[in-house]
């Protein structure tokens, strides 16, 4: 059997490093095991967006943003131009905060980040955008790794994300998707945008 | 306002909803003045869709004035519009390639997960037609919201009435796709099984697109009749086995192509199951494809298959064999409306088509129960119902 780093080579080598890493779960183990956390999940999800990666860049770089589009974001408070203040909501009315740091960040290409010590949930990220191929637009992959908290915020915590932290990456590169193409994000809410009895 | 909303099995009720709003900028909203009862409005009325919520309103087939718009609407109030039941954005990869009823936005990103599951990619939305499609409500009502606005509908010239282009909101530009489907060339011979509304749209377009000859086949007598009088030949599958009956009438080369305008619907779309079976990942038996089979088995060597009847799970027993050997070529899908409304609509203004020979009942709009129980039990007279939501409730008897 393969050794985890020879994984680890392999699944990052591959053409599809996503889909490879998640399967091997190498990539979240290393992570936890660097930052000495006591365990790791990564969700990683990647979409085709119809607009040049240079406007993607620039929109998700301004992290004031991003609860544009993200469901469970209250706020993003930009401090300076490496870190900023995230809060979340959580179950039962309470929300949970960190302040995270931009660890690399290259011009129309890549945003990582990492969680400074003391939040609510550690965790690290990045999202990367790659030209499509020509008039197809911009692949853009987001891959989050994160440290499942203990004690009763961590349950609360754990019914917000590890329900379907899938899920949510979806739901949120979607609705990322909609409003980078359409310039409004699709809904059927009732009653205005829907309604029903 | 008034509505008519979805409440189970055979039980649809006109209630009083709220107004729908303007809550994105490219909105409109709609005063509906014709909406039709679809025949998929059926299965959704015999509750074979399991995603449909009660007090949901349904109806897709829909035109009206234009009386709010939101800022990046491109309409004015006033326009008369038909609405396409497929949502697209316009500005996804698909739309730019006209294929609207692919397009990747329309479909709220809480309400895509059960198609990505299914189907392995997120269905397009539409109106009126369960939370697997988006879950916006339909037209059948005093007023609907239309995202998109400035994409999908189409304003209609004064001078042409209601009912000569209601039907470009689904099942003529449907009609027309599947006989585009067919790739048709002269000399050709197409065979079209189901005479519904789309079956008859599609001989309708089939001769338009230049086919010698069109095969029209149903059990329904008065069906049948109308597909004649458009100058097709009729097989009713109750009298003729209909493989030897296409065999025998061209010259034992089959037909050069042919459309399923039936689907699984038909035989009842049994998809109750579904949502259990997409909880235990995809294992789906569900379509009862009898009329796919026919066509793959009746189409002549080399021939095209054309599928604008409604699948929706997983099929058995699929003539696969027939399908590469004979060397078919298959085309599918939901209709991409939006392609084709400009140029229908034109056809229709200058007398080339004219579809008002579908509608056999006119109904206001707080009628719509007797509309759906009418439609559904007595498919042989009743080919198609059009509800008016500015005309008094009247007694059915």
Same mark, same amino acid.
């Given at each position: 059997?393969?050794?985890?780093?020879?994984?680890?080579?392999?699944?990052?080598?591959?053409?599809?490093?996503?889909?490879?890493?998640?399967?091997?779960?190498?990539?979240?183990?290393?992570?936890?095991?660097?930052?000495?956390?006591?365990?790791?999940?990564?969700?990683?999800?990647?979409?085709?967006?119809?607009?040049?990666?240079?406007?993607?860049?620039?929109?998700?770089?301004?992290?004031?943003?991003?609860?544009?589009?993200?469901?469970?974001?209250?706020?993003?408070?930009?401090?300076?131009?490496?870190?900023?203040?995230?809060?979340?909501?959580?179950?039962?009315?309470?929300?949970?905060?960190?302040?995270?740091?931009?660890?690399?960040?290259?011009?129309?290409?890549?945003?990582?980040?990492?969680?400074?010590?003391?939040?609510?949930?550690?965790?690290?990220?990045?999202?990367?955008?790659?030209?499509?191929?020509?008039?197809?637009?911009?692949?853009?992959?987001?891959?989050?790794?994160?440290?499942?908290?203990?004690?009763?915020?961590?349950?609360?915590?754990?019914?917000?994300?590890?329900?379907?932290?899938?899920?949510?990456?979806?739901?949120?590169?979607?609705?990322?998707?909609?409003?980078?193409?359409?310039?409004?994000?699709?809904?059927?809410?009732?009653?205005?945008?829907?309604?029903?009895? | 306002?008034?509505?008519?909303?979805?409440?189970?099995?055979?039980?649809?009720?006109? @209630?009083?909803?709220?107004?729908?709003?303007?809550?994105?900028?490219?909105?409109?909203?709609?005063?509906?003045?014709?909406?039709?009862?679809?025949?998929?409005?059926?299965?959704?009325?015999?509750?074979?869709?399991?995603?449909?919520?009660?007090?949901?309103?349904?109806?897709? @087939?829909?035109?009206?004035?234009?009386?709010?718009?939101?800022?990046?609407?491109?309409?004015?109030?006033?326009?008369?519009?038909?609405?396409?039941?497929?949502?697209?954005?316009?500005?996804?990869?698909?739309?730019?390639?006209?294929?609207?009823?692919?397009?990747?936005?329309?479909?709220?990103?809480?309400?895509?997960?059960?198609?990505?599951?299914?189907?392995?990619?997120?269905?397009?939305?539409?109106?009126?037609?369960?939370?697997?499609?988006?879950?916006?409500?339909?037209?059948?009502?005093?007023?609907?919201?239309?995202?998109?606005?400035?994409?999908?509908?189409?304003?209609?010239?004064?001078?042409?009435?209601?009912?000569?282009?209601?039907?470009?909101?689904?099942?003529?530009?449907?009609?027309?796709?599947?006989?585009?489907?067919?790739?048709? @060339?002269?000399?050709?011979?197409?065979?079209?099984?189901?005479?519904?509304?789309?079956?008859?749209?599609?001989?309708?377009?089939?001769?338009?697109?230049?086919?010698?000859?069109?095969?029209?086949?149903?059990?329904?007598?008065?069906?049948?009749?109308?597909?004649?009088?458009?100058?097709?030949?009729?097989?009713?599958?109750?009298?003729?086995?209909?493989?030897?009956?296409?065999?025998?009438?061209?010259?034992?080369?089959?037909?050069?192509?042919?459309?399923?305008?039936?689907?699984?619907?038909?035989?009842?779309?049994?998809?109750?199951?579904?949502?259990?079976?997409?909880?235990?990942?995809?294992?789906?038996?569900?379509?009862?494809?009898?009329?796919?089979?026919?066509?793959?088995?009746?189409?002549?060597?080399?021939?095209?298959?054309?599928?604008?009847?409604?699948?929706?799970?997983?099929?058995?027993?699929?003539?696969?064999?027939?399908?590469?050997?004979?060397?078919?070529?298959?085309?599918?899908?939901?209709?991409?409306?939006?392609?084709?409304?400009?140029?229908?609509?034109?056809?229709?203004?200058?007398?080339?088509?004219?579809?008002?020979?579908?509608?056999?009942?006119?109904?206001?709009?707080?009628?719509?129960?007797?509309?759906?129980?009418?439609?559904? @039990?007595?498919?042989?007279?009743?080919?198609?119902?059009?509800?008016?939501?500015?005309?008094?409730?009247?007694?059915?008897?």
């Amino acid at each position: 059997m393969a050794s985890q780093e020879e994984n680890l080579r392999r699944a990052l080598e591959s053409d599809a490093p996503l889909t490879a890493a998640v399967h091997q779960r190498d990539v979240a183990r290393q992570a936890a095991e660097a930052r000495n956390w006591d365990e790791a999940s990564m969700v990683g999800r990647t979409v085709t967006i119809n607009r040049p990666r240079e406007e993607l860049y620039a929109f998700w770089r301004d992290f004031r943003n991003l609860p544009l589009f993200m469901e469970n974001i209250v706020s993003v408070e930009v401090l300076d131009d490496r870190r900023s203040r995230w809060t979340v909501a959580a179950p039962a009315d309470r929300t949970v905060q960190w302040t995270s740091a931009i660890t690399d960040d290259e011009d129309g290409r890549l945003i990582a980040w990492e969680a400074e010590p003391g939040g609510d949930i550690k965790n690290v990220g990045r999202i990367t955008f790659r030209d499509a191929p020509p008039g197809r637009g911009t692949e853009v992959t987001a891959e989050i790794v994160y440290d499942p908290p203990g004690g009763d915020l961590g349950k609360l915590i754990a019914k917000l994300f590890a329900k379907e932290p899938k899920m949510q990456a979806r739901h949120d590169l979607r609705r990322f998707k909609q409003l980078m193409e359409t310039g409004e994000i699709s809904t059927s809410q009732a009653p205005d945008a829907a309604p029903r009895a | 306002m008034r509505a008519l909303t979805w409440h189970g099995k055979h039980d649809v009720r006109m @209630e009083t909803v709220p107004d729908p709003k303007i809550v994105n900028p490219r909105d409109a909203i709609i005063k509906i003045t014709s909406t039709a009862i679809c025949g998929s409005d059926l299965h959704l009325y015999d509750s074979y869709i399991p995603t449909l919520h009660k007090g949901d309103i349904l109806g897709h @087939e829909f035109m009206g004035e234009v009386v709010e718009t939101g800022p990046g609407s491109t309409l004015r109030k006033g326009q008369r519009v038909v609405v396409p039941f497929v949502i697209a954005c316009g500005k996804c990869f698909h739309c730019e390639k006209t294929q609207f009823a692919a397009c990747d936005n329309s479909n709220p990103a809480e309400k895509a997960d059960m198609s990505e599951v299914m189907y392995g990619y997120p269905m397009t939305g539409a109106f009126g037609y369960s939370h697997l499609t988006g879950g916006y409500a339909g037209g059948q009502a005093e007023y609907v919201r239309v995202p998109y606005s400035d994409v999908g509908p189409i304003v209609i010239p004064d001078g042409l009435e209601d009912d000569k282009v209601l039907f470009l909101s689904d099942i003529l530009p449907t009609g027309w796709m599947a006989a585009e489907n067919c790739d048709i @060339e002269p000399g050709d011979t197409v065979a079209v099984w189901g005479c519904g509304p789309v079956g008859l749209f599609a001989i309708q377009s089939a001769f338009l697109q230049g086919a010698h000859r069109v095969i029209a086949i149903d059990h329904h007598p008065n069906r049948l009749a109308l597909a004649q009088s458009m100058g097709a030949q009729i097989l009713n599958y109750h009298d003729v086995k209909v493989r030897e009956a296409l065999f025998e009438m061209t010259g034992g080369i089959g037909p050069d192509a042919v459309i399923d305008a039936v689907g699984l619907e038909s035989h009842g779309f049994t998809i109750d199951n579904v949502l259990d079976a997409v909880k235990a990942t995809v294992k789906l038996g569900t379509d009862r494809p009898h009329v796919l089979r026919e066509v793959i088995l009746a189409c002549r060597k080399g021939g095209r298959v054309s599928v604008p009847g409604v699948y929706g799970g997983m099929g058995d027993k699929i003539p696969i064999g027939a399908l590469m050997e004979k060397g078919l070529q298959v085309k599918t899908g939901q209709t991409h409306v939006q392609r084709y409304t400009k140029k229908l609509l034109e056809m229709i203004g200058e007398g080339e088509i004219d579809t008002t020979f579908l509608i056999s009942h006119r109904l206001p709009l707080e009628n719509a129960p007797e509309g759906y129980k009418m439609f559904k @039990e007595q498919q042989n007279e009743v080919t198609k119902v059009v509800l008016k939501p500015d005309w008094d409730k009247e007694v059915v008897q």
